[in-house]
């Protein structure tokens, strides 16, 4: 059952006897003074059984706000059991006795699992978001920039025969009657051996020879066993064993795989899993010469008041994680009223700046989006668009196909007659898919050195809103004020991915596997950063409400 505070505090309170010494307007003061408020026992109670069965728990109030100083100073849970024993400050926050023992650092785990198996798995975010409301901090801020960066996970990269091994490995362990099915049928590899296999890694045929090996063996067990019945952990182990007998290997030169003959492939697969450890973590890279490996968190932010009004963790590769798509979520969010600035106080209509009132951003001026070149895509400025809102973006580079010659920019598109002109003054039809192809005219076209290369001649491929794509373009080399304004409040942003990113000048390594636990890291770690903004303002709490002293 759910336990409770002492209502007349702890023999030896810490805030009591030492609660002059935490400094005033930190985490922990507030902490202190507001957890209560903060994270009500209300908000948590249908975590536990009926009053009356079972032990009382931890009070809700204490774990949620260890919970929150844990992920502000990316802590391990033995570090922040250590530091709920020892140090002041943390029994302070927390209300507990200078004598308290603290707690076991799985009590953590348990709460985490236990919350994140809830129906409301991100409640210390939705806590802190529903004081942004209520304080206005955002109240008639109608600006959002966007930015992501890549976290390190918290496993070691894999290499092909490594993740042969382990995934047949886990098979044995989560699939029942695997291990047997496998000492039977599989026999390049002794499986239950750890470590990798002998062989001399220094001979190109020994190592062929091994991959074909394991990868046989793969292939043998996924067809050996049913994967009908199966629970969603043993499932998964199966199609992981799959999965990566398949995306690091080809034939061998001379075979098509039907004689056994494999090699490791002389490229890289696209979403490749690097891990059997951690399947969700991926290779990403930041140029062509930085790769990393991990998952990538995406935020939106207000650039003058540094609050996250959204994020978001999601597999540092695949279309559907890229920034673009990351950021059309984070617009539908806004106008469902989702946004963490999306109402003014507890829910009440919001007002712009001129005083003028409004709904879940309506009857409001339009949000101004700042994004940098990665989210210049159309499919994103039409989103916007369609929205009702501005794109202040900055365009994505053109690349000509000739060095110095013409880019797309230098045909003329008449999209109502549905015709390109080249800067040559030949025009040919746009088809359905929006081809347009020159061919034979650019033959005996005295521009063609500087237009193209190819001896089929130029062929433009034209994106359905290539308008705006080209309005962007020529808004920003027009000298209009976009770029000031972009330059103005854009680089704002890097500050809020810094504090998510880092701490105390180093970069931070996730802690948990998986896009869903990891997730939830970054939901806590955002509002542990809202909170810690909003004390910086002035946060208090009179006649039941929040709100800021400036």
């Given at each position: 059952?759910?336990?409770?505070?002492?209502?007349?505090?702890?023999?030896?309170?810490?805030?009591?006897?030492?609660?002059?010494?935490?400094?005033?307007?930190?985490?922990?003061?507030?902490?202190?003074?507001?957890?209560?408020?903060?994270?009500?026992?209300?908000?948590?109670?249908?975590?536990?059984?009926?009053?009356?069965?079972?032990?009382?728990?931890?009070?809700?109030?204490?774990?949620?706000?260890?919970?929150?100083?844990?992920?502000?100073?990316?802590?391990?849970?033995?570090?922040?059991?250590?530091?709920?024993?020892?140090d002041v400050r943390w029994k302070v926050a927390i209300g507990a006795s200078l004598a308290d023992a603290g707690f076991d650092p799985s009590s953590l785990v348990y709460w985490r699992n236990r919350i994140a198996r809830s129906k409301r798995p991100h409640r210390v975010n939705d806590a802190v978001r529903r004081v942004i409301e209520e304080t206005g901090v955002l109240r008639g801020r109608r600006r959002r920039a966007v930015d992501s960066t890549i976290l390190a996970d918290a496993v070691a990269t894999q290499d092909t025969v490594t993740q042969l091994v382990s995934a047949i490995r886990k098979v044995a362990r989560e699939v029942p009657g695997a291990a047997?099915?496998?000492?039977?049928?599989?026999?390049?590899?002794?499986?239950?051996?750890?470590?990798?296999?002998?062989?001399?890694?220094?001979?190109?045929?020994?190592?062929?020879?091994?991959?074909?090996?394991?990868?046989?063996?793969?292939?043998?067990?996924?067809?050996?066993?049913?994967?009908?019945?199966?629970?969603?952990?043993?499932?998964?182990?199966?199609?992981?064993?799959?999965?990566?007998?398949?995306?690091?290997?080809?034939?061998?030169?001379?075979?098509?795989?039907?004689?056994?003959?494999?090699?490791?492939?002389?490229?890289?697969?696209?979403?490749?899993?690097?891990?059997?450890?951690?399947?969700?973590?991926?290779?990403?890279?930041?140029?062509?010469?930085?790769?990393?490996?991990?998952?990538?968190?995406?935020?939106?932010?207000?650039?003058?008041?540094?609050?996250?009004?959204?994020?978001?963790?999601?597999?540092?590769?695949?279309?559907?994680?890229?920034?673009?798509?990351?950021?059309?979520?984070?617009?539908?969010?806004?106008?469902?009223?989702?946004?963490?600035?999306?109402?003014?106080?507890?829910?009440?209509?919001?007002?712009?700046?001129?005083?003028?009132?409004?709904?879940?951003?309506?009857?409001?001026?339009?949000?101004?989006?700042?994004?940098?070149?990665?989210?210049?895509?159309?499919?994103?400025?039409?989103?916007?668009?369609?929205?009702?809102?501005?794109?202040?973006?900055?365009?994505?580079?053109?690349?000509?196909?000739?060095?110095?010659?013409?880019?797309?920019?230098?045909?003329?598109?008449?999209?109502?007659?549905?015709?390109?002109?080249?800067?040559?003054?030949?025009?040919?039809?746009?088809?359905?898919?929006?081809?347009?192809?020159?061919?034979?005219?650019?033959?005996?076209?005295?521009?063609?050195?500087?237009?193209?290369?190819?001896?089929?001649?130029?062929?433009?491929?034209?994106?359905?809103?290539?308008?705006?794509?080209?309005?962007?373009?020529?808004?920003?080399?027009?000298?209009?004020?976009?770029?000031?304004?972009?330059?103005?409040?854009?680089?704002?942003?890097?500050?809020?991915?810094?504090?998510?990113?880092?701490?105390?000048?180093?970069?931070?390594?996730?802690?948990?596997?998986?896009?869903?636990?990891?997730?939830?890291?970054?939901?806590?770690?955002?509002?542990?950063?809202?909170?810690?903004?909003?004390?910086?303002?002035?946060?208090?709490?009179?006649?039941?409400?929040?709100?800021?002293?400036?």
């Open positions: 059952m759910q336990g409770f505070e002492r209502a007349g505090g702890e023999l030896l309170d810490a805030a009591a006897l030492a609660g002059h010494l935490v400094p005033a307007g930190s985490m922990f003061a507030f902490l202190a003074a507001h957890r209560a408020e903060m994270f009500a026992d209300a908000d948590y109670a249908d975590l536990f059984a009926p009053p009356g069965v079972g032990r009382p728990s931890l009070p809700a109030t204490q774990m949620a706000a260890v919970m929150t100083l844990q992920v502000l100073h990316d802590f391990s849970d033995r570090e922040t059991a250590e530091a709920v024993r020892f047997e099915k496998i000492a039977q049928v599989c026999t390049g590899h002794d499986y239950s051996e750890p470590g990798k296999p002998k062989i001399d890694w220094d001979d190109p045929r020994a190592k062929e020879a091994l991959v074909s090996a394991l990868v046989n063996d793969a292939n043998t067990l996924v067809a050996a066993l049913d994967g009908e019945g199966l629970d969603e952990r043993a499932a998964g182990a199966l199609a992981l064993v799959a999965l990566v007998a398949g995306q690091d290997v080809e034939p061998a030169e001379g075979s098509d795989g039907r004689d056994g003959r494999w090699r490791i492939a002389r490229k890289v697969a696209e979403d490749r899993t690097i891990s059997t450890v951690d399947p969700d973590a991926r290779h990403t890279r930041k140029s062509p010469e930085a790769r990393r490996d991990g998952y990538r968190a995406h935020l939106a932010a207000d650039p003058e008041t540094g609050i996250i009004t959204d994020e978001k963790l999601t597999r540092a590769a695949g279309q559907d994680n890229s920034d673009p798509a990351v950021a059309g979520e984070f617009l539908a969010a806004e106008a469902a009223g989702d946004g963490a600035g999306a109402t003014g106080a507890a829910g009440q209509p919001s007002r712009d700046a001129a005083g003028h009132g409004g709904h879940g951003g309506s009857r409001q001026e339009p949000l101004a989006w700042y994004g940098d070149s990665s989210y210049g895509t159309g499919d994103l400025r039409d989103a916007i668009e369609k929205a009702g809102h501005q794109a202040v973006i900055k365009p994505k580079p053109l690349r000509p196909a000739v060095e110095g010659g013409f880019t797309v920019d230098d045909f003329t598109v008449s999209e109502d007659q549905g015709t390109v002109t080249c800067p040559a003054g030949s025009t040919v039809p746009l088809s359905r898919t929006r081809v347009a192809t020159f061919g034979a005219l650019c033959r005996d076209c005295p521009l063609r050195e500087r237009c193209t290369t190819c001896k089929t001649g130029r062929k433009l491929v034209l994106h359905p809103r290539d308008d705006l794509l080209r309005a962007a373009r020529a808004d920003w080399a027009a000298g209009s004020g976009l770029r000031k304004d972009y330059m103005a409040r854009r680089p704002n942003v890097e500050r809020a991915i810094a504090q998510v990113a880092t701490w105390r000048g180093r970069r931070l390594k996730l802690r948990y596997r998986g896009v869903t636990r990891n997730h939830a890291w970054l939901k806590r770690r955002t509002a542990a950063l809202n909170l810690r903004n909003l004390i910086g303002r002035g946060l208090t709490r009179g006649d039941g409400a929040w709100a800021l002293a400036t």
